[in-house]
């Protein structure tokens, strides 16, 4: 990004609402507080991470918002965003992985935050206008979705969810016919048409237990082997009516009606999108919470929702957005309820590793430090980090075997420390320093002032330099782990059974090769799929590549979720074992052929990385 500062603005469009509101002394004094900054085609101008101190306007060129892999919006000349990023309310509002991107050459106003709030104070109409009580509405806005969500079990009708459109075979079908028909549609059942006059349904699941366990011949007709007795409600009906009922009879999908005719299929994954209350019940009782053990009940919920969320099919990456979130919140509320309002203000808590690229689903090794001010001094700093520590133990969250928690005076220091630390770990790259490294720039802000972590990371990328001998050493670790064959299917199937560490021989070669190719682009970046993005749309990774890696990476990240939320619980509040083993055996076919191509993938990565980063001369 170029800036360049002017005296004024000839070219900002005072005519534009609420532009339009303002005297001719507060434009001329707007004129002389604006920033331009240059951004071209492809640019990540603000990612979920990036925290912002200006509003931008759209002068020339457009800008593409971003959630997840799709376009939201196109923001034109005039238009203008980040308010959300400006007031920290970036992925409060479910979009945690929004990003605002540079369609084409561009050209953006910058408005600083400093200015547009003195402006909102001259100028009520205005500040009403562009700001609209901004703060204030967000707050109103998170309690009106609360309460509408905890209220949707008894008022939210059918029709308020997605249904699945009915697809129809006759009963003569055959199960080949069916499998056909679901592959071609992309659905997970077909309606059988009963020569009777009846209507039944065959799933997936019923499909792969008849031919693979039952050994039913393919040409077999469906109509004898569709389940009638259909449980339907009307679409006008109550999804709470919707969730007894698949509780009542054990089922994932009803059929639904609208007068008397079947008008689609409503599944427990698409009633959960609707009824999503269980996270906010969670959230309410962080907000709430006044001592550490209030924290401790609501961390122990979060094991219960993965296992809810898992069960009913939700995508594991929305799983992890929300998982982070939630755990953040902790972590933000406990910092809170044990810092005194000077160490709050003075200081950066900062999450590391999975947690900070926002991947971790289930509760591993804590990775947290703190960042100080220069300067500021708190006496009663080591009980207070010692404390946040033990807690977080005591919600679930194990002690770190590195250390790299908040109780470890290494990693609670002052920013010129942090930054004579990262001075070393770049110019002095023994192991420790470049594990160091790699988990420091995975660091996300959870509590303080975040333009201290921010500091810390320009700092660092300040610092490297196109020296091809430390981006070799820093990429060797993805090395570092044996990836079982996929592409000799007699060798892998003779190695069947021996359990694999699927962090290691898969989700960690995709994570840190990802992770050394954007530290050689000096992104900013932390979220692995958002880093491949990025790097795909920056060239320096090709498409299918990188789409393959996010499909790999999901993949191999909800088998890891699977194995893990599987296992036998020992008590109401039992955490699932973290120990990443995979039992290829015990896996089902479809999991295991996607775990075999998964890992041949990530040999080929790895591959990609030893030749761009000439780890094999």
Known sequence: MQHATPPASPDFDFGRP??????????????????????????????????????????????????????????????????????????????????????????????????????????????????????????????????????????????????????????????????????????????????????????????????????????????????????????????????????????????????????????????????????????????????????????????ELIRTLHATGVKVAFIADLVTELNRRIFRKLFELLAPPDLLANSCLIVMGSEGRGEQLLKTDQDNGLILRDGFDCPDLPRIAADFTRHLVEFGYPPCPGNIMVSNPDWTRSLAGYKDALFNWVHRPDEAAQMNLAIFYDAAPVAGDATLLADAKNYLLSRLQDNQMFFTQFARPALSFDTPSGLFAALFERRRAEPVDIKKAGIFPIVHGVRALALERHRAETNTVERIQVLAELGALDRKMAADLVEAFTILSTIRLKARVDLPEEGPEAEPVIDNLVHPDQLSKLDRDQFKDCLALVKSFKELIAHHFRLNH
Do not use: W
Request: proline share 4%.
């Open 18 to 303: 609420p532009f339009d509101l303002l005297t001719e002394g507060q434009r001329t004094a707007l004129a002389g507080a604006l920033d331009i900054a240059l951004h071209p085609r492809g640019a990540v101008i603000l990612s979920r991470e990036e925290p912002t101190d200006s509003l931008f306007v759209v002068l020339r060129g457009s800008v593409q918002e971003r959630r997840g892999g799709e376009v939201a919006v196109v923001h034109g000349p005039s238009d203008r965003f980040g308010l959300q990023a400006l007031y920290g309310t970036a992925g409060g509002d479910g979009t945690g992985s929004r990003r605002f991107i540079a369609a084409e050459d561009c050209v953006c106003h910058l408005i600083p935050r400093a200015a547009l709030e003195a402006l909102a104070g001259e100028n009520p109409e205005f500040g009403s206008a562009i700001l609209g009580d901004f703060a204030q509405r967000m707050r109103d806005l998170a309690a009106v979705r609360s309460n509408r969500e905890m209220a949707a079990l008894t008022m939210a009708r059918i029709r308020q969810a997605h249904l699945h459109p009915p697809l129809f075979v006759d009963a003569a079908a055959s199960l080949r016919d069916a499998a056909d028909a679901m592959r071609r549609n992309r659905a997970s059942s077909v309606l059988v048409r009963g020569e009777d006059g009846r209507s039944g349904i065959l799933t997936g699941t019923d499909l792969r237990d008849l031919v693979v366990l039952d050994g039913r011949p393919v040409a077999d007709p469906v109509g004898p082997l569709a389940r009638y007795g259909l449980v339907t409600l009307d679409r006008d009906d109550l999804l709470f009516n919707a969730l007894v009922l698949m509780t009542k009879h054990a089922v994932r999908r009803l059929v639904v009606t609208e007068n008397g005719a079947i008008v689609g299929l409503l599944g427990q994954s698409d009633l959960l999108a609707v009824l999503s209350n269980h996270s906010q019940v969670i959230g309410l009782q962080v907000e709430h919470a006044t001592d550490p053990a209030d924290l401790r009940r609501a961390s122990r919920s979060i094991v």
